[in-house]
């Protein structure tokens, strides 16, 4: 009688569960896979298929090696970037899904701009006789600029700051409240236009002195801005005459306020907002 196991059946046996174990589960630097796959590592990672995309609506170079349209599911690393306006591809991991490539990490991007400076804390007094005043730190003297990573719409969102100087004794042991005005006056090259935004104060004298009482403005616009692309930008204001204020608002403690870099800075605000 042939013995029950012999070397070729041993053969066949070990082959046989080796084959079922790599067609169940498969582990990299692990003996104990808990899935289909197991990559384990401290050190490394795992480098997918690095291409050129086109754009979304092109598998190119993508291609399936058993023809046909390629598997939905596939995963690449884009290292191509493109500002055609329509179907961009820009770096990062994408996934097709049949009929596009679908970007697994949205765009992002926003970048804010503040009043600064050293002198009173970078906060301006304007006289209400000097025109338009750089705001330290995004005037145009400061030469700030952004620059776009994507193409398609940023929005702008100005917050503005301004407090009201000494109001003037007008009524001698009466109550003075007198109102402070002025216009901001935002540039952009990627507007049409400069924006212009009136603002104003309150201060009143009863007693006591209540001055630079702030009031805040704020403003947003939507732009479409191209990948790549620099767009200068400066704040100003401007002072209106201010008759009922100490020096009519020209000099000294009649002038107002604009901002406090520590408190309430001026800023200038860009974002992404297309995905």
Known sequence: ???????????????????????????????????????????????????????????????????????????????????????????????????????????????????SGSSNNGMIQPASNAGYQDIPNLGVTDNQSFTAKYSGTYKIELNLNYGGGYVKDLEPGGIDVSVQKGNFKFAFDGLSSDIIIPAHSNSTLLGTRYYAIWEQFSIVRYVNLTAGTSYTFNLQFDQLPSPEFVSNGNSGTGRGYIGIPDHVPCSVEFTYIEN
């Open 1 to 115: 009688m042939e013995p029950i196991f012999t070397f070729k059946r041993c053969v066949f046996f070990f082959t046989f569960f080796i084959s079922v174990q790599l067609f169940a589960q498969v582990g990299i630097n692990t003996t104990t896979p808990n899935g289909i796959l197991d990559v384990n590592s401290s050190t490394a990672g795992i480098i997918l298929p690095r291409v050129s995309l086109t754009a979304t609506h092109e598998p190119l170079p993508v291609v399936n090696p058993q023809g046909g349209s390629i598997p939905i599911g596939t995963v690449v690393y884009n290292i191509n970037t493109t500002n055609t306006g329509s179907n961009d591809v820009y770096k990062g991991i994408y996934v097709w899904t049949g009929t596009e490539w679908y970007n697994k990490f949205t765009k992002k991007q926003s970048e804010i701009f503040k009043q």
